[in-house]
């Protein structure tokens, strides 16, 4: 007790043993990029945002992925310069002769000129995002991307599944006995009881 029986009500949520902050839905990435320290850095970044993903160093490559994933594809993100179809083919590819219009589609590139932004931006990329900026920028242009397309809905694993319970706010009263710093969790409050 602290000065005369103040006691202190502890409130937030309560979760049924899942990661709340866990999406209902994983997002799928293509990845392509003939280096691969940036194929790793852009799949690290990816995954970070809740992406699995797949990945490919050049073109050739890219497009059977492409082909293999595509209706399980959110987010197409892919080096300007990859060896043997360059990120302006896969948009034509995809956008015109495919007329996929689903898929987000994200370009990094080195060095790339304004001809170069126009000409993907016309073909119906969604960002083209310079290399300098580093793999978490195209990540976070790959989110915003696929949050403007939409994000494919989800079929559940089992068409019995019950839908989580929502989290509920227990008040908790607990008396202190000492002084203390509390570092509470995003969602928590403290408030004198």
Known sequence: ML??????????PVTDGHDQATPAKSLRALVLDPDPASLRALTRSLEARCFSVASANDGARGLDLLLEELLGLDALVMDAALPHRDALAFAELIRRAGGERELALVVVARNGTAELRAALLELGVDAVVDSREGPGAAADAAISAVAARGARPVEPDEPDEAPRPAAREPELDLETTARFALPLAPGWTLAAA
Do not use: E, L, N
Not at 3 to 12: D, E, L, N, P, V
């Open 3 to 12: 000065r005369g029986g103040t006691a202190f009500a502890f409130s937030g």
